[in-house]
């Protein structure tokens, strides 16, 4: 649940209504799928995605698929620098620039949360996104959306040219390529029963676990859309794609003080887990790729230096009002690297002689 999801839910609902629910839905499937896929390979073969690219692979190819998947991480931190800079104007007052700039340290502050073990950070977290995702559902029963035009939302159109563009950014915010590689490797760290009973099990309750994370997703994902379609959409005001405006969706359940304070910290939240995520997943696509491992936080800085520079470059030349624009866009280029991270999991999974009887 990081900003971009925010960003793509809001510009998709206040622009076009209801009409790209059935993107939303059709994403969380792919993800699920892609996602079983990426547990089977590694409880089959205790391989993670990368790994097994390095194994397959010609070196050049390798490289490409390394830098690729680079990119899309950087395109990920990139909404988190965003969702952090925009949560701390919200809470704080702090101009954009000032937030993007105080992102760099918050890989100092994530390496202290890390010494108190990451269950207590996780619990933290789910706990802060549920707060939002329970203030958003009853936000919704409040707004109370007309459920016929909410149903015609599941039929596929694409109203626009326009629509096609956010529908991309809807598909690279829910699948999220890196996390194809990052689900691979932790399947790694749990104990699995190595006899045919105990892999088609393991598998089993993967897929389980994926798909209650993703209905879980899918859902709040699924509130933010209806909320946008059927305040601003129905208001006419089709222009608010940023989420600096949409806290006041929460302003009609939770109050005008309490709307910016709740939405500022569940950002700030949804940003920290997803960089969690996202500096995992780049450790374990170096190691897998280049076979070179590096320690966490020049690994993070890294990362988060390259994401702030197009987040300098549009506030310093656009302004402000032009982060959503850049947040939808990041998704974008998110969703162009779900193929290049897809096409060798599938290749791997239905390859008869390595797979087996666990072949797809």
Known sequence: MDPGNWATDIAGGSRFGYALIWVLLMSSLMSLLLQSLSARLCIVRQLDLAQASRRTYHPVVNFFLWLLAEIAIAATDLAEVLGMAIGLQLIFGLPLIWGVTLTVFDTLLLLLLQSYGMRKIEAFIVALVAIIGASFLLEMYFAKPALGELASGFIPSLPSDEALYIAIGIIGATVMPHNLYLHSSLVQTRRIDTTSKGI??????????SAIALNAAFFVNAAILILAASTFFKAGLYEISDIQDAHRLLEPLLGTQWAPLL???????????????????????????????????????????????????VILLYGEGETGELLVFSQGILSLQVGLASFPLIHFTSDKEKMGEFVI
Do not use: C
């Open 263 to 313: 939405f500022g910290i569940a950002l700030i939240a949804a940003g920290q887990s997803s960089t969690i995520t996202g500096t995992l997943a780049g450790q374990i696509v170096m190691e897998g790729y280049l076979n070179l491992r590096i320690a966490p936080w020049i690994r993070r800085l890294i990362t988060r230096i390259i994401a702030i520079i197009p987040a300098y470059i």
């Open 200 to 209: 088609w099990t393991a598998i089993k309750y993967n897929f389980l676990d």
